[in-house]
């Protein structure tokens, strides 16, 4: 942290590594300017690590006006590590591209798009797999004109701001996260799963994680449960964990926390799903969605 | 070795035994083995009634100290009878043209003393005057909240001690009562709270009882009173669910003792209130407490 200035300056950290940084936040949340990530095999492993190392201290990374094709973001991704499964996104994959996840209100041969309202609860990614994706990519082709922002909330922030006693109390606890939570909106409005989409699923249906979750990389401490798809702490009726819960998620929404990003297109952002989690407000007329100047377009790669 | 001299019938599923046999104006006629066996089933089922015993103060202070001895009366001795500070007067009968200070008293659910180190273990509640309706008192079970509590959340909440506070953000004990001017000094502090496991262990029956109360619990010790409400709430509504409740309809010459240690108890205001000055609706009460 100590190493981040204020504006962009110096290259950060590492002697090589090759870009600038400007923070987006308070505490969280980083631009890098001076890189091209459409030629991302010319970054140096020493910027590519910087990066990473950037990443887990400040949970997101912005990437202004980049203009990346689908090649292109699959193989920036690629340069920090291998692909998460995609699981149920795979139904969402452009043609040709199975690792990437479309997220758009575009009609298609007429049809309502079933990820139009995709985040529409606060979550991490994948934390339903035993072992959940590290991060994710998402880019913007095509942001409404007014709207379609995508927000942030800091997870070691909503942790450090605990009371020595509730962190206590949460710190032997395991949460089960599954797609099919009670409070699960994901599946609501898409299409039911397929037998081979339901085979596919069959290892992902839940897994026990860790209510605080100490960051591998960091070493430091975030609230890992998220309304999307934890309803009960390990051994706990939902009734009597819905209290505390609904809490916890009422801390994670809390504005001091958060980072709004309003989308441009060529952005990219990358998040850690270690330490943060994001929401889609729906602030834009999705009543008249399908109006050329609402269209959204986004691409999301995942990383294992 | 004689069987108990009293007999006894269930007032509910799980809560509350009335006893019959005894004759409470007469204490030193009750036999030792008799007042330990009140006290065995006084901790299995958490309150006792005993009917049609019209006692006066010294009769009814004589049966409390058969049991044991009385409780500091603390700041209730403002509200003592004449002559007897070790009674608790609970009434809506105006004084001088003034309004009782503790016509409203037991509004929260909460067990008597849980705000000191070693809280009232039991108490004893006479009933002198009783609303032609209403005026009940209602109790429930803290045993059974505790077992219904699921493995998960009684592991957490066995390490958790919790402060109960006459002061508490949520009390509403003190509404409408005159300060404590006339309170010595240092009293306030000596009675202002304490720490309580909040999962507690019954002396005499060894099963474990849900200790947090509604009108005394602000917080778990080292959480904020914010963080703790979710929790809290959700365990008071636990605590007063129907399921564990018994709900006494009081008759004159009424007594009943119950259990600080395993119930709580609480007096809806079931009686037309905005009229309390008519005389059908005049509630007359007196307790003592067991240390």
New interface residues.
């Given amino acids: 942290m100590e190493a981040v200035k204020e504006a962009p300056t110096a290259p950060a950290a590492q002697g090589q590594a090759q870009f600038e940084t400007r923070p987006l936040n308070w505490r969280f949340g980083m631009e890098i300017l001076g890189v091209d990530l459409k030629h991302s095999e010319q970054l140096s492993d020493a910027s590519i690590q910087a990066m990473w190392k950037l990443l887990g201290e400040r949970g997101i990374l912005l990437f202004r006006k980049q203009g990346l094709n689908h090649d292109q973001h699959l193989a920036f991704t690629r340069r920090f590590g291998p692909l998460a499964v995609t699981g149920l996104t795979a139904r969402y994959a452009p043609p040709g591209y199975p690792d990437i996840f479309t997220v758009t209100n575009i009609k298609k041969d007429g049809q309502r798009s079933e990820t139009e309202n995709a985040a529409q609860q606060w979550h991490t990614d994948q934390t339903f797999l035993k072992v959940p994706a590290r991060a994710s990519m998402l880019r913007c082709e095509i942001p409404p004109q007014n709207g379609g922002d995508t927000m942030f909330s800091d997870m070691y922030h909503v942790y450090d701001e ?5 962190k ?2 949460l710190e032997p ?1 395991q949460a089960f996260h599954t797609l099919f939570s009670t409070r699960s909106k994901v599946m609501a409005g898409r299409k039911t799963l397929s037998e081979e989409e339901l085979r596919r699923v069959e290892g992902e249906q839940g897994a026990m994680q860790p209510v605080i979750l100490k960051h591998p990389d960091t070493g430091r401490k975030a609230l890992y449960i998220n309304e999307q798809c934890v309803d009960h ?5 939902i ?2 964990s ?3 819960l ?2 916890l998620y009422k801390l994670v929404e809390h504005p001091k926390y958060t980072y709004r990003h309003r989308w441009q297109a060529g952005d990219v952002v990358m998040w850690d799903n270690r330490c943060t989690q994001h929401y889609a407000p729906l602030d834009y007329d999705f009543e008249h969605r399908d109006a050329p100047q609402n269209h959204r377009l986004m691409f999301r790669s995942t990383l294992a | 070795m004689p069987g108990p001299g009293f007999s006894a019938r269930a007032l509910s599923w799980q809560t509350g035994s009335e006893v019959s046999g005894l004759d409470l104006s007469r204490p030193e006629g009750i036999a030792q083995s008799d007042v330990d066996a009140l006290w065995q089933l006084l901790g299995e089922r958490g309150i006792l009634l005993f009917r049609d015993q019209p006692l006066d103060h010294e009769q009814h202070l004589a049966f409390t100290r058969r049991l044991g001895p009385l409780a500091k009366t603390g700041l209730l001795g403002k509200h003592a009878p004449p002559g007897y500070p070790d009674l608790f007067q609970v009434t809506n009968i105006k004084t001088e043209g003034r309004r009782s200070e503790t016509e409203n008293a037991a509004q929260q659910w909460h067990s008597d003393q849980a705000f000191l180190p070693v809280p009232a273990r039991a108490s004893l509640l006479r009933c002198v005057h009783a609303p032609a309706l209403g005026g009940d008192t209602m109790f429930a079970n803290m045993y059974q909240a505790h077992d219904a509590l699921s493995d998960g959340l009684r592991a957490t909440l066995a390490g958790t001690r919790a402060f109960n506070t006459l002061f508490s953000t949520r009390t509403l004990a003190q509404r409408g009562r005159l300060p404590f001017s006339s309170i010595e000094e240092g009293e306030l502090e000596r009675q202002g709270g304490t720490w309580h496991p909040v999962l507690r262990r019954h002396a005499d029956t060894g099963r474990t009882a849900l200790f947090v109360n509604e009108q005394m619990t602000d917080r778990f010790e080292g959480c904020t009173v914010a963080e703790s409400a979710p929790l809290l709430d959700y365990l008071f509504t636990l605590a007063t669910r129907p399921a564990y409740q018994y709900r006494h309809r009081w008759r004159p010459g009424d007594l009943i003792m119950w259990d600080n240690r395993c119930t709580q108890h609480f007096a809806p205001l079931d009686y037309d209130f905005a009229h309390l000055d008519a005389s059908q609706n005049r509630r007359l009460m007196f307790r003592s407490t067991l240390a």
Avoid: I, N, Q, V
Avoid at chain 1, 162 to 166: I, Q, R, T
């Fill in positions: 605990l009371s020595d006693g509730l206590a109390m606890l702490f390990e051994g706990w009726t009734d009597e819905k209290p505390l609904e809490y």
